[in-house]
Structures are given as structure tokens and as C-alpha cells.
């Protein structure tokens, strides 16, 4: 099996793994320099950097850093130890690079309006791929979005075809509540990295309220970010547009900040106008 074309089918079916390569070798190895193995996100293996306890060791690192989307440096001394006695005994040190194979992060744009083409513009710029669904012609079209690698014609289009994973980001900008309520129902029951919808919190709660009358329960919005984008006070679309990539990023890192915008569900009474 070639190891990169394998890394390369993942990345497009939205699977995770980690890559890892011996990097540095000196004295008796039973391996060679360069070798690789790839570690899927269900723990099968494809490749060898030569096996024994070492691989063992490795291969449990590469769920940590897969998990983690940190790169990670391990170092053996196979200096006759016991713990690596499992045809590995060979008196040499090992050098072994671990670093995450990782899907490209898909943004779904639900809406082509303005705000969307400067998410699209900022996003693609960040290394989201695009797509976006809009079912208005003039709104959702190559040359308004020439960046999009998918356009949707219409939403049941789109949930239909669309497969969210862990790789994929949605975002609600659609034109008005009803769009927002369809699409919002759909993405709070998919596997989605990361869900958005704009608007005040006045809006957001009346959506969630909507739904919770069409059999969802409040739980179901814990995970959303809603109103989306951090607290930097924009006002025109490419401000808005910068707010929302960011949070994405955050989101895409792990950053401590990506949570801080998800309503508070609990305290919806005491929820003003935004």
C-alpha cells in the first residue's frame, strides 16, 4: 500500500489517523530511517517501523496525538532493556515523529448572502474548504462563490447529500426563521465539528423554542454556538465574517476560547436583545 495515497483517501473521507516516521537512527535498528506507519482513528495500521514493543508504544501515541492534533516526538533507547524484548533488542536508539493526519475542515455555508461571501472569502483564506447552500439562484452561484468546491441548489439538496463528520463546520445564515429552523433541526442531529447560527439572542431562543414545540429537547442546542463569532464588536459583514472565522479556528484548535459563546440554555429567561 502506498502510505501517502492512503493518507490522501482519508483526508477526503473525513478520517483521522496519525502519521509515524522514524526520523533518526543510530547504531543496530531493526528498521530503516524513514520508515512510516499510519495509525487509523479505529486503530488499524498500515505500514510498520518495525515492530515489537516499540511499534506497540507508538501506535498508542498516535491515538493521543490524533486526539490531541499535537505532533509528537518519541525517543527509545534499545540498549539490550527488557521491556524491549520482543525482537528489538539490538543496541541502537530510535528517533520517531509522530504527527496528526487530519481531514481538510469543510465550512457548509446555509445561506448566500452577503455575510457568507465574506465567511467565504476569510474561511478559504484560513483553509476551510467551502460549500455552500442556497436555494436563490442569484445567491448561490460559481461566480459569487468562486471558491466553493460544492453548491447546493436547494436545502433537502443538501441534506441529503451532505455527510457531516468531525471535519465539518455548519453554519445558519440563512434568510429568514423558517430556513433557519430547517437547517438548525438537521445539523443539531449530525456528527458536525462545529454548529452556528447568527442572529440576536431573541432570535436564537425563539428557533430553539420553535423546535422544542417539533419534539427536540434543550439539550440538543447545547452543543450549537449561537449568536456565533467572538466579541469583537463588528458591524459590517466583513467584521462579522472576521468574528465568525475566528471562533472557527478556535474551535478547529481546541483554544479555550471556542466555548464561550454557546448560549447558556439554562438561562434563557433572563436573555435580553443582543
Known amino acids: 500500500m502506498d502510505l501517502f495515497e492512503e493518507i490522501v483517501r482519508m483526508r477526503r473521507a473525513g478520517q483521522r489517523g496519525a502519521l509515524a516516521t522514524i526520523v533518526h537512527t543510530n547504531g543496530s535498528i531493526p528498521s530503516y530511517e524513514s520508515s512510516r506507519m499510519i495509525v487509523r482513528d479505529d486503530g488499524s495500521i498500515a505500514g510498520t517501523i518495525g515492530g515489537g514493543c516499540v511499534e506497540a508504544e507508538v501506535w498508542a501515541a498516535a491515538k493521543e496525538v490524533m486526539h490531541k492534533e499535537a505532533p509528537r516526538k518519541m525517543v527509545f533507547n534499545l540498549n539490550n532493556e527488557a521491556t524491549y524484548d520482543n525482537g528489538l533488542i539490538c543496541g541502537g536508539t530510535l528517533e520517531i515523529f509522530v504527527e496528526p493526519i487530519l481531514p481538510q475542515p469543510v465550512l457548509y ?64 445564515v440563512t434568510r429568514g426563521h423558517k430556513e433557519d ?60 465574517a472576521i468574528s465568525i472565522v475566528a471562533e472557527l479556528i478556535a474551535v478547529r484548535r481546541n483554544a479555550e476560547s471556542a466555548a464561550h459563546k454557546k448560549l447558556n440554555y439554562e438561562q434563557r429567561p433572563a436573555l435580553t436583545e443582543r
Open 109 to 172: 455555508l446555509f445561506g448566500g448572502g452577503h455575510v457568507s461571501m465574506a465567511v467565504a472569502k476569510a474561511a478559504s483564506a484560513a483553509g476551510f474548504g467551502i460549500a455552500v447552500v442556497d436555494d436563490r439562484e442569484a445567491f448561490a452561484n460559481p461566480e459569487r462563490f468562486p471558491m466553493a468546491q460544492e453548491i447546493y441548489p436547494t436545502y433537502e439538496d443538501a441534506f441529503e447529500k451532505i455527510r457531516p463528520n468531525a471535519a465539518s463546520y455548519l453554519i445558519i
Open 181 to 240: 429552523m430547517r437547517v438548525l433541526g438537521w445539523a443539531v442531529r449530525t456528527p458536525a465539528r462545529y454548529i452556528g447560527m447568527i442572529g440576536s439572542k431573541r432570535k436564537v431562543l425563539s428557533v430553539y423554542k420553535a423546535l422544542e414545540n417539533d419534539g427536540y429537547r434543550p439539550e440538543d442546542f447545547q452543543r450549537v454556538y449561537a449568536p456565533m463569532g467572538l466579541e469583537i464588536g463588528a458591524l459590517a459583514p466583513e467584521e462579522i
